[in-house]
Nanobody, 120 residues
Framework: VQLQASGGGLVQPGGSLRLSCTAY????????VGWYRQAPGKQREMVAV???????DYADSAKGRFTISRDNARNTVYLQMNDLKLEDTAIYYC???????????????WGQGTLVTVSS
C-alpha cells in the first residue's frame, strides 16, 4: 500500500488550497483518515481527522477554515484549506489506517508529505 499526496504549493495569505491523498495497492478496508502537518522546528501535529465511524475532529487552528472529507470509493481523503495564514506553512502529511487483506487489521500508512507555503 502506498499513499500519494498532492495539492501543496505557494499561496498568499487569505488564499486557498485543496490537498488530496489517495491510497494505492491491495486494500481490504480503510478506517480512520487524517491530515497532519509539521512546521520547521516544530513537532508534527494533527490538523483534521475522520474516524471510521465518520466523526470529524479539527485542531483549533483549523476550525472554521479547513474542511476534511473522504471518498471511500476512491480511497482518497481531501483537505480544503481556506483563508490560509502565514502560520499554516508546513509540510502536510496524510495518514490512512488501512487493512490490506483482513477485516479490522488496520495499520497506519503515511503519505510522502506535500509542502504548503503561505507567503506574501
Amino acid at each position: 500500500v502506498q499513499l500519494q499526496a498532492s495539492g501543496g504549493g505557494l499561496v498568499q495569505p487569505g488564499g486557498s488550497l485543496r490537498l488530496s491523498c489517495t491510497a494505492y495497492g491491495t486494500i481490504f478496508s480503510v478506517n480512520a483518515v487524517g491530515w497532519y502537518r509539521q512546521a520547521p522546528g516544530k513537532q508534527r501535529e494533527m490538523v483534521a481527522v475522520i474516524t471510521g465511524t465518520g466523526s470529524i475532529d479539527y485542531a483549533d487552528s483549523a476550525k472554521g477554515r479547513f474542511t476534511i472529507s473522504r471518498d471511500n470509493a476512491r480511497n482518497t481523503v481531501y483537505l480544503q484549506m481556506n483563508d490560509l495564514k502565514l502560520e499554516d506553512t508546513a509540510i502536510y502529511y496524510c495518514k490512512q489506517e488501512i487493512s490490506p487483506y483482513l477485516p479490522r487489521m488496520w495499520s497506519d500508512y503515511w503519505g510522502q508529505g506535500t509542502l504548503v507555503t503561505v507567503s506574501s
